[in-house]
């Protein structure tokens, strides 16, 4: 069976995307193995002190520097492997924040893939680095990008795996070459990149290459098709750079006819395992996705799930028990839509074995994905890139690692974002109120916005603005906003602002946008004014605040002046009348006495009628 599928990454355009490898991190389990087929429960994990340094294989455990096991439990984190050259999601959040929710909610491993094409020296595409956001990687190569990564991750206690997925962005490939890639590239970039973590125990291993599939074969002596002697080459020129990374060899689609998914055959391995010149170094690793990837005779079976643990078994469950090797399932995901899949991943969390009854003598596993804009799966996110799907990450709370970060829940983390700044608002009409304020920080992510009418909570945002409708022309409200994070910790309440809705029958209102051209040296702002009002306005006034480091220079269209961080514009004769719903524009252009100084602003609107 030839499987025609690869997940669609369903790219944002205009805000690059790129693969993350995975981090990996442990937790503490019984030392010693079970029994020879190890149904039996372990005691439960201790603690997550188990992980220092590089990792080696013992059987079909995963034991850290001093002998102690240790389950990889994580996440993948794509996009270097894309056109964009780097990690998704950089367009919305700092990496540093990202990882720290990673490791927050429980994952200790992350999972990064990429392609060849880094090493050409790519530039990554689509990092916001505005309002201070990812600045340490301005002006960085990918690699040198991923070398920021790795580190932060490293130093926030996760571990990463490395993924050679696709040999150049445009897409995956069923061999581990290609005529534009060959198998020399492959070999002299596994040995680059392994050479250039050596000696940071971050990185604990390397996946060879992503989903090889037919016609690749396992055990066949075919030196251009055989992934299994491949892989012998593959391991050997990452050893050959640093003797103490894992490597991580992914299973091919059919072995005697026998089909599966990409990357998750391998059947092939007990009778022609993965030698290499240092011992106990090779992890498998499987794949297994749920319908909403493709359709699979073992999910129409009337035995449906209840015949999973067989498949699983036949197909790379049988080197674990068997005690041949580890088992680490790099990917596995689902959208969760249908009955059928949520039936599939609720036994295979099962059949990974559930860290509190055998802690880390288990099967490893790296979700797919963290991402959200992966076409046919989805992601732990959701799509504004913050909040978190708590379905799906439900789902895998029981094969978490318990004392590593939150476990599921984001438990661990007992820090209350900073209370938000700036409050103000930005327009009125007879039955709204418009706010906006600054964004909060969190040890690890805000997540969102709650936005109090006196005492009462009125609604929530992800974003730093609100608008508060259904009220009563004519009347004063007071507000306040307070910041959450992941784990639920709550800030404390913003500074109270007080609005008064316009009066019934025909008042104005408005509202200010303000858009910015900056070269550094200097800028324009550009300002809209709107009216939201019933009636038309007779003037109106914006208001803004700008460090001492902008100073206005001139302007067009309004009264601009400028006391301290004070900005303020006013309309001139010809367009203080607006209608309802029409608008004006304005504009400013100011210089930059410091080149620290940010043009970031809220701009406040009063209108009179």
Known sequence: MRLQLRRRLTRRLGRGAAALAAVTAVVAAPTGLQAAHADTPAAPAATASAGAGYWHTSGRQILDEAGQPVRIAGINWFGFETGNYVAHGLWSRDYKSMIDQMRSLGY????????????????????????????????????????????????????????????????????????????????????????????????????????????????????????????????????????????????????????????????????????????????????????????????????????????????????????IAPVWVGEFGTTLQSTVDQQWLKALVQYLRPTAQYGADSFGWTFWSWNPNSGDTGGILNDDWTTVNTVKDGYLADIKAPGFGGGGGGGGDTTAPTVPAGLTVTGTTASSVSLSWTAATDDTAVTGYDVYRGSTKVGSSTTTAYTDGGLTAATAYSYTVRAKDAAGNVSAASTTVTATTAGSGGNAGCSAALTLNDWGAGLTANVTVTNTGTAATKGWKVVWQWPTGLKVTSSWSADVQQNGQSVSAANLSYNGVIAPAGSTTFGVQATRTDSGAVATAVPTCTATS
């Open 108 to 323: 200790n491993t992350i999972r990064l893939p990429y392609s060849d094409d880094v090493f050409k020296g790519t530039q990554p595409a689509s990092i916001n680095t505005s309002g201070g956001m990812n600045a340490d990687l301005v002006g960085l190569n990918s690699l040198q990008v991923m070398d920021k990564l790795v580190n932060y991750a490293g130093t926030a206690g996760l571990k990463v795996i490395l993924d050679r997925h696709r040999p150049d962005s445009g897409g995956q490939s069923a061999l581990w070459y290609t005529a534009a890639v060959p198998e020399s590239t492959w070999l002299a970039n596994l040995k680059s990149i392994a050479a250039r973590y050596a000696g940071n125990s971050a990185v604990v291993g390397i996946d060879l290459h992503n989903e090889p599939h037919d016609p690749a074969c396992w055990g066949c002596g075919d030196t251009a098709t055989d992934w299994r002697l491949a892989a012998q080459r593959g391991g050997e020129a990452v050893l050959s750079a640093n003797s103490k990374l894992l490597i991580f060899v992914e299973g091919v689609q059919t072995f005697n006819g026998s089909s599966t998914w990409w990357g998750g055959n391998l059947q092939g391995a007990g009778q022609y395992p993965v030698q290499l010149s240092v011992a106990n170094r090779v992890v498998y690793s499987a794949h297994d996705y749920a319908t909403s990837v493709a359709q699979q005779p073992w999910f129409s079976d009337p035995a449906f799930p209840a015949n999973m643990p067989g498949v699983w078994d036949k197909n790379w469950g049988y080197l674990f028990k068997q005690n």
